[in-house]
């Protein structure tokens, strides 16, 4: 078994069979990565977050992640009659009849093609975001266009770094204004900018979602904890029980609460 620098050996990823390195870049970057939605939880966070960021802002996002409208059209469908979706709207942003369309993506630069490509994601940060988000301008600008409508890749590394395109929405949604502190409560000297106040929280999304993305991975592979499709449910396996119910401890131990401690609750 490998061994990590601090010593230990390093556990099994149990989605793809390999080890895990010391420094959390397997799960991003596994080919089975996203067992459990471990991926879609982490795109959801910063989904949700540029959905608030857009509120606050005075704009008006739509998620069309999810739900039944096909905002793309007839270019959108699938033979299988599924269809094209983006994530987030901004209906009529350009005017009447004319949206903005964005797609987020969380990117790594400890990817494959990012360290191998020129400027390598090792020398600079942002080549994998780019990377990520030229695919997305390739899929989705074609179908906004069509639709009167733009399309701009909303794409962040796991890290933190911005693609140029979700930096110049943010600057364009939040313009050159200060917030102001009469206004709101969490106006502070690093982050008195609409645009710094916007992407601070932002990257604050991804990096926590990172983070939270990377303590599930760990939970499955090295606490057993959640899924129950493993076939691992012999002796010493702590997951939670066949019948799908969490024990005390694994839900305490999340920060999570007992129907006797909410209120209202019976
Ligand atoms: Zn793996």
């Not at 962040?156 to 409560?185: I, K, Q």
């Not at 999304?205 to 939970?219: R, S, T, W």
Request: proline content about 4%.
């Amino acid at each position: 078994m490998p061994r990590d620098e601090a010593g230990g050996s390093t556990p099994v990823c149990r989605g793809c069979g390999e080890h895990h390195d010391s420094y959390g870049f397997h799960p991003s970057s596994c080919r089975s990565g996203n067992r459990e939605g471990l991926w879609t939880q982490r795109h959801d966070v910063v989904e949700d977050m540029l959905m608030y960021v857009m509120r606050w802002l005075g704009q008006s996002p739509i998620r069309v992640s999810r739900g039944a409208r096909n905002w793309f059209g007839a270019a959108a469908m699938r033979p299988d009659g599924s269809f094209r979706r983006a994530d987030v709207v901004l209906r009529g942003y350009y005017g009447q009849g004319r949206h903005l369309f964005l797609d987020v993506a969380v990117a790594d630069p400890a990817g494959q093609a990012p360290m191998q490509a020129a400027p390598s994601s090792c020398a600079s940060s942002g080549v994998a975001a780019e990377l990520r988000a030229l695919r997305k301008v390739q899929r989705y600008a074609p179908l906004a266009a069509a639709v009167s409508s733009a399309f701009r890749p909303a794409v962040v590394e796991r890290f933190g770094a911005f693609s140029d395109a979700l930096v110049g929405v943010v600057r364009e949604v939040c313009g050159d204004r200060d917030r102001d502190a009469l206004l709101h409560d969490d106006v502070t000297f690093s982050q008195s900018s609409r645009t710094t106040w916007a992407a601070g929280l932002l990257a604050l999304a991804v990096v926590v979602a990172d983070a939270a993305m990377l303590d599930a991975a760990i939970g499955l592979d090295v606490r057993h904890e959640g899924g129950g499709d493993d076939g691992d449910g012999g002796a010493g396996a702590r997951g939670w029980d066949g019948a799908g119910t969490p024990r005390h401890w694994e839900i305490e131990g999340r920060g999570g609460h007992f129907w006797y401690e909410q209120a209202g609750r019976r």
